[in-house]
């Protein structure tokens, strides 16, 4: 891809700040061919690329360094894009939103500094991935884990940023403790890190004062260079009950039966429930079942329960934890399920160190040769109240539009608790310019039928940032002049992550969607 | 008490503020007689009140009077202390850090506003107390509970934002959801409260961006009006276990065996185990046992655990949930203990609605009279590793410090899982001045002590509030310079509580102790 500056910068001021930075990082890791500005684009692009096209990207080795790329940036006014892996899938990948930022890929900063397997934390950099924290454990023989998303290959500290989850719930709430290099280039120990040498840096949640660890995530104040992660104790047994519910009204018991034992704690994580067409885009193509036009018939759907032996939704109930209280909680869910429908629901059992030894997977990928053609796809997150009626109206909603639009429907329903996180994902063949824009607008539409829920999503692509962050609306955008205000504060120049989120630095906010 | 005005101010220019002020909330909420003002003195300081004696207070009756008063205070650079219930006891009680400060008495503010019981969560504001939120809930017959502190007449609200914590571990960690009044006057609403209408305020921990509640807890940066707190089901059942451990080196054993059953979640909330004497001093008086000089003799404890046979550290070990795993956990509760001691360890079951049905207690104070004298007490409560060994090398070299410092010994370790909080509770009696001084003397040691140790106190005394925060020294105390950096963006005249846990704004950072 040929080079896109930052709006309003000459090629020749851009070139100045190129040289600084092959000062700081050595010219090799300043990369600014076409090439390597190819592989810094968001490959499921539904629009424009150009849109949301680097002008480079520099890959520092340390935090010393990254604070003098800050520095240079500042004097230079760059704007920079941290990513650590880069594998935001379905929510821009690696892509900046402003076009012309240059990418601050943490690729290189890997570094595994501490696992603490007694008080079961780590302490890693951002290049860390979820298979080299998964290696690192079971080669040192140390019974942790943590949960990692589809997508193994992505960085544990960058999925956390961004909110990420798994089977193990929100991976921002196992932050403990960051290492951020600020706009201005000077560093800061959140928490008890705060304090030189501290022992309970990784193990404390707060400090003494404010606490900011959830303020740097999903946001732009700083680059974060360590991170502490709390780690799960392997369970010592994990009891796995299959669950295919034949009815789509069946979405509501399940909800209200199992957001309760998630609230009690007797369940732990989340629990993932998902229609027959989302595990069938795993392994097998749209012409293999259906050839027509418009979205999947629900006779296609039937015809795929049926040959898979699947349900219309389907979910694995987890229960971890040793053996005696697992098999008790087992009756408890059991009997919950039976309440509702006299069907069989299959149950396994495996040691917690077997089920861990699998560690991630990445057949996820495969879902994209769904409609054939050049791949994409897109997420909508919305989050709402772990009410029955509320989910099941939200999927019926949702499966209108998709069904509207003529987009095959398939999502999955993450129960938390208090919440239940619906991720609707959007397949895409971006060879179809028709099928891609009623992609466009099916998302605008989900947008506009959620806030007038009022649900917001939880994480969002690139090119809706500034919808949603638009549609929290209370008192006048009050939360968004909040964060430009600190914003303001902490990045005068406006070089760090223009954009992210809908928070624009004053120097870039007439870039803002309208 | 006389009138105490902010540094530099005229009586002048503070009645015109107090005019003003009036204007707002009417004149009857404008206290400023030497008894109003006497309200809010701290009742235990161990120094001069004149340190943190309020010029007056000010109650106003809803968030729009907090906003107005806000711009008042900014018009007329009046600073504020905001105050819940002003139940802070040894941390200060309702007094200010800057003398001549305005009490801001959120006290009228007392509504409950909202209880999901499905949900598990409610909405209230400052005013309310435990007691009220207990009452309320068991007049409703909702199956919900909070934790409470040692004083069910604090503020839930007040209590959280300064990370106080019960048996149900960390109330800040309740926390989902703020309206907070920001130094400017303007209305905020975090995390998904920032859309009009929202369904998920006090369901969804974050919303979409950064995530601010935590940073608004024990800050200085906004006054909250309302707060969504997330409440814990009522357990079927409550299984209590004893604990009398004789020697003092058998906590290292019982926090290496306990802490592991936090972390992986089969006990809940937190364990406290105490020392003898944290028995003693509830129900009885120091002359009821020894009326020598210095410190209470190892030999006199002694007599106080074969007395009440107690042991010289106890504990009673909640095991809260279903009665089928109860069971099972109990199991476990007890082949660990029996790991390291052969004792009895009794065992009483009730169900969790009469336990909750108890609700808040105000016996500790009782405490106050055991120097005889007036009473008073401070605490020092610094947070550590989950580690046996560190733990008992933190009792030993506190003991030998009180011992030293001729000051009766008694405290209380909260295992958290991950890590574990000391409390030390230093029981005065302020009519004895050289008890008093040696008290603080004391306690100057233990900071420094900890220090060493590289380990901070989770929340402290008005009096080291600067003393903690400079504590935190990592990269030339790069934590308080971005805290204060954000204080001077949001409030840039410095009215909202300066100096509140070493967060100083400009206008009057020259205030920080040396």
Known sequence: MERVLPPGMSAAAFDRGLIALRAV???????????????????????????????????PASAEQVQAVMRVANAHRLPLWPISRGKNFGYGGAAPRLPGSLVLDLGRMNRILEVNEKLGYCVIEPGVTFYELHEHLANAGIALEFGFPNFGW?????????????????????????????PDGSLLRTGNGAMA????WATARHGFGPSWDQAFVQANFGVVTKMGLWLHPVPEQVISVQVALDQKDDLAWFVDELSPLLMRGVLGGNIAISTATNSIIDNSQRKDWYAGPGALPDS??????????????NSTVRIAGPEDTNEA?????????????????????????????RGPVVNRLKVLNWYGGRGGHVGFSPVMPA??????????????????????????????????????????????????????????????????????????HLDYMDAVAASFDFNDHALRRFNERVKDALDPNGILA????????????????K
């Open 25 to 59: 990082v050595g010219a090799q890791w300043v990369l600014d061919t076409d090439e390597d500005r190819e592989t810094y684009l968001d490959p499921y692009a539904t629009g424009d690329r150009r849109a949301h096209a680097p002008s480079a990207a520099v890959a």
């Open 154 to 182: 992505g960085s544990a500290v960058g999925n956390a940023m961004d909110r990420g989850f798994s089977f193990r719930g929100d991976h921002s709430s196992s932050i403990c403790g960051l290492e951020v290099v600020l």
């Open 197 to 200: 040498g501290s022992p309970t």
């Open 300 to 313: 296609v759907v039937t015809r795929m329960m049926s040959e898979r032996g699947l349900g219309w939704w």
């Open 329 to 357: 909680n087992l009756k408890r869910v059991l009997a919950a399920l039976h309440r509702h429908s006299s069907r069989d629901y299959p149950v396994s059992r495996a040691t917690g160190a077997s089920q861990a030894a």
């Open 387 to 460: 009410s029955g009626a509320a989910v099941v109206a939200q999927f019926h909603r949702t499966k209108l539009r998709y069904d509207e639009h003529g987009i095959d429907h398939n999502c999955t329903f993450y129960l938390n608790g208090r919440t239940v996180t619906n991720i609707n994902l959007m397949l895409i063949n971006l060879d179809d310019a028709d099928h891609t824009a009623r992609t466009g607008r099916l998302f605008d539409a989900l947008v506009a039928d959620a806030s007038a829920q009022g649900y917001a999503e939880y994480r969002t």
């Open 498 to 513: 223009p954009g992210r989120n809908g928070i624009w630095p004053a120097a870039w906010r007439g870039q803002r969607n």
